[in-house]
């Protein structure tokens, strides 16, 4: 087998220890192994790091092991060429099982070139990144704590998610905190409604007729200065976010140009993917990576299942959300695509199938620096006329209908 690095260290990485195996190939083929063994402090890594330069290191394969490998690729990376690998490319031997012996095959495979590179982007992505999944999460537990409000609310036999469509909008938020301070008067209360939701005072009144007591006043006002706090948290994380998309508002202007894609969901795009599109060879590769493409399963020739892979999670929610949204834009490529696949698939898998599209339109926008071009509601149409005809003259014959067609001038 070919030797592609001659000298190269593998590292096994823990919570608390690092163990790391330095492998250095002689001209006349005897490998020499080198061992160290240290601890996962700062002070640790730069001795590791310093251990692997004297011994001439060029190429470090560190495999990924929940968050611990995050430092340690902070520290060595620009020192040494640092290649992620994905756990799952190395286990499959058995009979290793110890952090030296594991270390010891990572720099072997490494030295043999037989492990592929995990996708890492550069720094100002990765820090994009950790911002957008914050503001993700912080999203996510403002919807728990709403939804907690509600659930107050009813145990008041107060229904107002029942009259109005937004509990937490304007008029919501007042009646909320004029029930905190005391008020039970329904006619009050739904005098506080705003704009549209006047012309529903009536509803208004009968869904907050309620039994509110002081223990349902208490945890109202504990839930909504909890739902200010992490809206303030929100507020921050957008502003600090629009600072780091300073260097990609170019790409961020040509990713809205996609139907379904808003400033939100390009803030995202950007961290999860990057920039650089030459991190993957095409777009089939970066559907894989982000694991929302058809499972490949074939044996014997026969077609298993087809259920997708694993892949990035937070990248397969944005899409789905925004494949979701543009499945219900009007006169657009991807509108006529999510309607073809839902009535032969069903919904998810042509939530599926858009998010899909979206994700190759944007590998493609990216890398081509051009504005989405869309192909228009009638695409399919314009591919198969004469199919899209005859259906057609079938439906109104099959009414009891005689069709005759003319073209027109």
């Known amino acids: 087998m070919e030797v592609i690095y001659t000298n190269c260290c593998g ?22 192994k080198e061992f160290m063994h240290c601890g996962t402090m700062t002070r640790d890594i730069l001795k590791l790091s310093d251990w692997m330069k004297s011994a001439g290191v060029t190429h470090v394969a560190l495999e990924s092991t929940g968050v611990y490998w995050k430092p340690v690729w902070n520290i060595l990376e620009g020192i040494f060429d640092v290649i992620l690998v994905n756990a799952k490319h190395i286990k499959q031997v058995p009979g290793r099982k110890t952090d030296m012996k594991d270390c010891e095959w990572i720099a072997q495979l490494l030295q043999f070139g037989l492990l592929p590179r995990s996708f890492v982007p550069p720094r100002p992505i990765r820090e994009l990144r950790d911002l957008t999944r914050q503001r993700s999460k912080l999203a996510q537990q403002k919807g728990s704590v709403v939804n907690r409000i509600q659930k107050v609310l009813e145990d008041a036999n107060i229904k107002l998610s029942s009259v109005a469509t937004d509990i937490m909008g304007v008029s919501g938020r007042e ?8 008020e039970a008067d329904p006619v009050t209360l739904a005098s506080l409604a705003k704009r549209r939701l006047r012309a529903k005072i009536p509803e208004l009144i009968l869904a907050l007729e309620g039994k509110l007591t002081s223990h349902h006043r208490f945890l109202l006002n ?10 303030s948290y929100i507020e921050e994380l957008n502003v600090m976010i629009e600072e780091k998309m300073r260097p990609f508002e170019e790409v961020l202007r040509l990713l809205v140009t996609i139907p379904g894609v808003d400033q939100y969901t390009a803030e995202c795009l950007i961290a999860e993917i990057g920039i650089d599109m030459d991190q993957f060879p095409s777009s089939a590769h970066l559907a894989s990576w982000a694991g929302i493409c058809p499972g490949n399963n074939e044996s014997a020739g026969k077609r298993k299942s087809g259920k997708t892979p694993k892949g990035n999670r937070w990248l397969r929610r944005v899409l789905g959300e925004s494949a979701w949204a543009a499945g ?11 309607q073809r696949i839902l009535t032969r698939r069903g919904k998810k898998r042509a939530i599926v199938a858009v998010g899909h599209t979206i994700l190759v339109i944007c590998y ?11 192909l228009g509601h009638d695409h399919f149409a314009r591919m198969n006329p004469d199919r899209h005809k005859r259906y057609y003259v079938d439906k109104l014959e099959s009414l009891g209908y005689e069709v005759t067609l003319t073209k027109a001038a």
Do not use: F, P, W
Request: charged letters at 30%; proline letters at 0%; aromatic letters at 4%.
């Open 222 to 231: 504990l839930l909504m200065r909890q739902l200010k706090d992490i809206e």
């Open 328 to 338: 219900k834009t009007k006169n657009s490529y991807l509108s006529a695509q999510y």
């Open 364 to 374: 493609h926008v990216i890398k081509e620096k051009k504005a989405y071009e869309d």
């Open 175 to 182: 009646m909320l905190e004029s029930m905190i301070t005391g």
């Open 11 to 32: 590292i096994d990485v823990h919570k608390k220890s690092i163990s790391a195996c330095c492998r250095r190939m002689g001209t006349n083929g005897e490998v020499r």
